[in-house]
């Protein structure tokens, strides 16, 4: 059993966001607003991206994008794309066409979160990016996490895995996310940069299209076979690139022998972390990121612009456009074994969904878990 190498930091954001209550009810669709007398005119379009890649986009955004809008008074549509860029372009439109004040996108891509972005700046509605930086898109804000960040915990944590398997050096191999997607990017900008510090090689670089999950496992094996297993660890951008890796080296045997990284602190990430077979995860608060959102979108809502730029008070580069988008970036915390109480402490997660098993019973209970 693997002492905890990375410590909960962070679990705070790194800006204090001044937020209004948010429990509300939720109505349980994808749309709804709750009853108070002084409520905002006017109705925010929230489109997410996907369900496939990470669970989080509807059992944690939705959720807490919800209950943000609902407690302010603020009708809301929110719905997913399911990685179909033509989908996400639909919805947007009748979002538009519906005469929404506030669009709240998470892109797909780069080129289709822009022409949205721009369909939406010809009819004066204002563009939050959420999550994910659309490069060229220009949109007016950005709600995220720090993601070079998110990837410097994932890197720390793989690095402390394999120094605690006596691999003070040795091959890695970088198993990224999403090439289309600006914080795939940044992730690996920041376990690249920790991992070749710390005097790692990289035996396999590769992205992985849409962050698929079964495309995943096909490209990881096509990496074993042509290494032979011959690498000391494996850099996974998220917890779902993760999971397609241990189902490998489980196949092989080396299921817990080889640190494998991972993000979002999904709860069979959380699991596997606790089991020994992924070494970190990485927790981004995800209440704290939809209420930064929300009280961003309900500034814009009400008018107040000088509001709206007081909150985003950090900046995030687009690259393509050479300018500096007025963003909320919030601070992620690395997680190992004795770290997993926290994320569920924090509400993100509950005992029951992670502590499953008789054997992941064992280990939480090992961990101070229920």
């Given at each position: 059993?693997?002492?905890?190498?990375?410590?909960?930091?962070?679990?705070?954001?790194?800006?204090?966001?001044?937020?209004?209550?948010?429990?509300?009810?939720?109505?349980?669709g994808d749309g709804g607003s709750a009853s108070t007398a002084a409520k905002p005119a006017g109705k925010v379009g929230v489109i997410l991206p996907d369900s496939a890649s990470?669970?989080?986009?509807?059992?944690?955004?939705?959720?807490?994008?919800?209950?943000?809008?609902?407690?302010?008074?603020?009708?809301?549509?929110?719905?997913?794309?399911?990685?179909?860029?033509?989908?996400?372009?639909?919805?947007?439109?009748?979002?538009?066409?519906?005469?929404?004040?506030?669009?709240?996108?998470?892109?797909?891509?780069?080129?289709?979160?822009?022409?949205?972005?721009?369909?939406?700046?010809?009819?004066?509605?204002?563009?939050?990016?959420?999550?994910?930086?659309?490069?060229?898109?220009?949109?007016?804000?950005?709600?995220?996490?720090?993601?070079?960040?998110?990837?410097?915990?994932?890197?720390?944590?793989?690095?402390?895995?394999?120094?605690?398997?006596?691999?003070?050096?040795?091959?890695?191999?970088?198993?990224?996310?999403?090439?289309?997607?600006?914080?795939?990017?940044?992730?690996?900008?920041?376990?690249?940069?920790?991992?070749?510090?710390?005097?790692?090689?990289?035996?396999?670089?590769?992205?992985?299209?849409?962050?698929?999950?079964?495309?995943?496992?096909?490209?990881?094996?096509?990496?074993?076979?042509?290494?032979?297993?011959?690498?000391?660890?494996?850099?996974?951008?998220?917890?779902?690139?993760?999971?397609?890796?241990?189902?490998?080296?489980?196949?092989?045997?080396?299921?817990?022998?080889?640190?494998?990284?991972?993000?979002?602190?999904?709860?069979?990430?959380?699991?596997?972390?606790?089991?020994?077979?992924?070494?970190?995860?990485?927790?981004?608060?995800?209440?704290?990121?939809?209420?930064?959102?929300?009280?961003?979108?309900?500034?814009?809502?009400?008018?107040?612009?000088?509001?709206?730029?007081?909150?985003?008070?950090?900046?995030?580069?687009?690259?393509?456009?050479n300018t500096e988008v007025p963003s909320v970036l919030l601070e992620p915390a690395g997680i190992g074994k004795a770290e997993v109480k926290d994320v569920i402490a924090d509400?993100?997660?509950?005992?029951?969904?992670?502590?499953?098993?008789?054997?992941?019973?064992?280990?939480?209970?090992?961990?101070?878990?229920?």
């Amino acid at each position: 059993m693997r002492k905890s190498v990375v410590g909960v930091v962070g679990l705070t954001a790194v800006v204090v966001l001044t937020l209004g209550a948010c429990g509300g009810d939720d109505d349980g669709g994808d749309g709804g607003s709750a009853s108070t007398a002084a409520k905002p005119a006017g109705k925010v379009g929230v489109i997410l991206p996907d369900s496939a890649s990470s669970a989080r986009w509807e059992t944690a955004d939705r959720k807490y994008l919800s209950e943000a809008f609902a407690a302010a008074g603020v009708e809301f549509d929110i719905q997913n794309a399911q990685n179909d860029k033509a989908k996400f372009q639909t919805i947007a439109e009748g979002m538009l066409s519906a005469g929404v004040k506030v669009l709240l996108i998470a892109n797909l891509d780069n080129e289709s979160g822009s022409t949205v972005i721009q369909k939406a700046t010809d009819v004066g509605v204002p563009v939050i990016d959420y999550d994910r930086l659309t490069l060229g898109g220009g949109a007016k804000y950005y709600v995220s996490f720090d993601n070079v960040m998110v990837g410097t915990k994932i890197g720390e944590g793989l690095v402390g895995c394999m120094q605690a398997n006596g691999d003070e050096s040795g091959p890695v191999v970088l198993l990224n996310g999403s090439p289309d997607d600006n914080n795939a990017t940044l992730f690996r900008q920041g376990y690249e940069k920790v991992l070749k510090d710390a005097g790692y090689s990289f035996v396999a670089d590769q992205a992985v299209k849409g962050w698929d999950n079964t495309e995943a496992k096909t490209v990881f094996e096509q990496i074993f076979t042509k290494t032979k297993g011959k690498f000391v660890g494996v850099a996974s951008a998220n917890d779902g690139l993760g999971g397609s890796v241990v189902s490998v080296l489980d196949q092989n045997g080396l299921a817990g022998k080889v640190p494998v990284s991972g993000q979002d602190a999904t709860d069979e990430g959380l699991q596997r972390v606790l089991l020994g077979t992924q070494c970190v995860t990485v927790y981004k608060a995800i209440k704290k990121e939809a209420d930064a959102a929300a009280e961003l979108a309900i500034a814009l809502i009400k008018g107040d612009v000088a509001a709206a730029d007081a909150l985003a008070s950090g900046k995030a580069a687009d690259t393509t456009l050479n300018t500096e988008v007025p963003s909320v970036l919030l601070e992620p915390a690395g997680i190992g074994k004795a770290e997993v109480k926290d994320v569920i402490a924090d509400g993100y997660t509950t005992v029951d969904k992670v502590c499953t098993t008789a054997e992941l019973k064992k280990a939480c209970a090992a961990n101070g878990i229920g």
